[in-house]
């Protein structure tokens, strides 16, 4: 068999019909009403298969807490919140190097103007510091782990012109302001940083600028801060939510506000400040994106709206590179309402995440979402007179691996294959044919 004479097409399904099916909804945890333990703050999984969260109220001072919820969907609190020690954490967790958490209080500490702790997985809280006012106040997102185990992050006012900072925490727990905005600059960064492949952080301010929309900013780990782009509200404004970075190494984020219907946007933005607006929320697939985007194995990105759909409780939706939208969950309020944190990814690839309110008994929920699993075809590679056929999915799910000489068929079932922990599968095929041969995956 000479190999200039086999041609060789790829064509990837996650099912026959070539589309992603809704996402099938699941209620792990639901929060009551009231003061006790309401408005969880979104998740972070643990090496311990459990997942790790706050809440902004609950607890005996009403002002928060710190919770874990094990594999068989049991809530176990860790820790409460109460002054001096903060109140009111709005933002999700962070793993630090040493295996504890560490997080943000919006409230509380010494000055009323919030503070970062560090919890263990036991429940151990320590206050680390306090923000002051000219050192930043009421920090809202999550925190950055850098390589050396220090932290970035970010405070919606506080510094020299009360309109924010950037700050880093050393691993001895000092505090070092490195970026001040002043309004024309941006102002009010509310979402979390994240690392570019320059090794620099890249995030957003929800406002300042010159119409007031916010922006998207640059800041190297010594302080040197610039602005990459200005929303002027046609494409986009007010961005909540922190950048995420996409595999053609640009960044991909969402305003709140803006666009072609003033309800929200998703863009695309290049290191050098090139943006995109991929699509405008029109209602009715959602509105309001407040929380950061998360990229799953198929290398599209799964998100949450914050209002829009068909009871304007919000979405969750999937968006692809080139921004085809589709939405995976309606939340109707018995199911959930107004998410504003972004989902994380469990260790069975389903979408956890929280909602602020609603629910079963009414007071927010911890959700999780489960999509039709994808594949993702790898190069091919010559084996004697075969091909090694490999492919990129979920890890630890079966899939059918099938060829044919055509893209109408038929298909012959060549094995029922299930990919290893790390997602990748391969498989010989040692008879592809002396003409051509197609290749797909189909899910379960």
Do not use: H
């Amino acid at each position: 068999m000479r190999l200039s004479k086999i041609l060789i097409a790829i064509q990837i399904l996650s099912n026959a019909a070539c589309a992603l099916r809704a996402g099938t909804f699941q209620e792990v945890y639901a929060f009551p009403s009231g003061p006790a333990n309401a408005s969880p703050n979104g998740l972070v999984l643990g090496p311990d298969g459990a997942f790790y969260g706050t809440t902004a109220n609950g607890g005996p001072s009403g002002l928060g807490s710190v919770f874990r919820l094990l594999t068989n969907g049991t809530v176990v609190p860790l820790a409460y919140f109460g002054d001096p020690n903060g109140n009111g954490p709005q933002a999700p967790l962070a793993q630090g190097k040493d295996g504890a958490f560490y997080g943000t209080t919006l409230f509380g500490g010494s000055a009323l103007s919030g503070t970062i702790f560090r919890v263990t997985t036991n429940g151990a809280l320590t206050t680390l510091t306090t923000f002051t006012g000219t050192n930043g106040a009421f920090p809202e997102a999550r925190l950055l782990l850098a390589k050396d185990g220090s932290f970035y992050g970010t405070t919606a006012n506080g510094g020299v012109s009360n309109m924010g900072t950037v700050f880093r925490l050393f691993t001895n727990q000092t505090l070092a302001t490195i970026g001040t905005f002043v309004g024309t600059n941006g102002s009010s960064p509310d979402s979390s940083l994240n690392f570019g492949s320059d090794g620099a952080m890249y995030g957003t301010t929800s406002s300042g600028g010159p119409t007031d929309n916010g922006s998207v900013f640059r800041i190297t780990t010594n302080g040197v801060l610039s602005t990459l782009v200005f929303f002027d509200g046609t494409n986009g404004a007010v961005p909540f939510s922190g950048l995420t970075a996409g595999p053609d190494g640009a960044f991909y984020g969402t305003c709140s506000s803006g666009g072609d219907n003033g309800l929200g946007t998703i863009f695309r933005i290049s290191t050098n400040g090139s943006l995109t607006t991929l699509l405008s929320f029109n209602g009715t697939n959602g509105a309001d994106p407040e929380a950061d985007l998360v990229l799953g194995l198929d290398g599209a990105f799964y998100g949450t709206t914050y209002n829009g759909g068909t009871n304007d409780n919000g979405t969750v939706f999937r968006v692809t590179a080139d921004g085809q939208l589709t939405t995976l969950v309606l939340f109707d309020g018995t199911n959930g309402a107004l998410c504003y944190t972004a989902l994380a990814v469990g260790n069975d690839g389903s979408f956890y995440g929280t909602a602020s309110s609603g629910g079963s008994l009414d007071g927010g929920n911890i959700f999780r979402v489960s999509v039709t699993p994808r594949a993702t075809m790898l190069p091919l590679t010559r084996n004697g007179n075969g091909w090694n056929v490999s492919f990129k999915g979920q890890a630890a799910t079966a899939f059918t691996l099938q060829r044919a000489t055509n893209l109408l068929g038929p298909w012959i079932v060549l094995t029922n294959i299930t990919t290893a922990p790390n997602g990748t599968a391969q498989y010989l095929d040692s008879s592809p044919g002396s003409v051509r041969a197609f290749y797909r995956t189909l899910s379960p």
